[in-house]
């Protein structure tokens, strides 16, 4: 609406201009056109630069999510740092448990991403979205024509993972994995894997605690 209103005036800011003889009330209607003309021009930069009237709707969704590595005692999510900052990872997970590929969640310039510790024996992961919306029917009937509404501002996922799961970059998982082969063949090393597989028929949950636990430490020890 708020074009169309900008088009009618411009037009009668000429209309006047050409057809009204009376100085006076040609001055008074050109001006008075290209009052609504400015103030409209000034209203549709308010409204895509600023987003004038609209406001910030925030909404909040948890999504369970699922081990990257198939049926081990443990959960494991994946992450790869990007950019030259190194703040925002791609995370790598499942979201379904009998899915056959993994997910790759990719950031982008509008999303950022954490990582946060949580109880029990379940990962989720946790997208709180802020997008512009017109504060009324109003404002929407003004600047609709612009098709901004609902647009994103800021997306936060924040990826819940608990005690029962490793947490790991991929270069991490890749040295995890080497430093366990090179264990494979110790006595202590295989000891303790049959104590944890035994635990595991009556306690998965402490199996699982126990063998993330004991990952995290090798890998501080390497």
Not at 12 to 35: E, H, N, T, W
Not at 142 to 149: E, K, Q, R, Y
Not at 158 to 164: A, I, K, L, S
């Amino acid at each position: 609406m708020i074009i169309f209103i900008l088009f009618i005036f411009v037009i009668l800011a000429f209309v006047s201009l050409m057809m009204i003889q009376d100085p006076k009330k040609r001055i008074l209607a050109v001006a008075g056109s290209m009052f609504v003309v400015v103030a409209s021009v000034l209203l549709v930069i308010g409204n895509m630069h600023d987003h004038f009237g609209m406001k910030v709707k925030t909404t909040t969704t948890k999504q369970q999510i699922y081990s990257v590595q198939g049926q081990n005692t443990y959960g494991m999510l994946s992450f790869q740092t990007v950019g030259t900052s190194g703040k925002e990872k791609i995370f790598i997970y499942r979201d379904q448990a009998n899915s056959k590929t993994a997910t790759v969640a990719k950031p982008d310039l509008k999303t950022s991403t954490a990582l946060q510790d949580i109880q029990g024996n379940q990962a989720f992961k946790v997208t709180k979205t802020q997008r512009y919306v017109y504060r009324n029917g109003f404002y929407q009937f003004l600047f609709g024509i612009a098709d901004n509404n609902n647009e994103l501002k800021h997306s936060q996922v924040t990826y819940q993972v608990p005690p029962t799961w490793l947490a790991l970059s991929v270069q991490e998982s890749e040295r995890l994995k080497g430093l366990i082969t090179n264990l494979a063949t110790q006595a202590d090393f295989i000891e303790w894997l049959q104590q944890v597989k035994a635990q595991a028929q009556d306690d998965p949950d402490g199996a699982a605690r126990a063998t993330v636990q004991h990952y995290r430490d090798i890998l501080s020890a390497s």
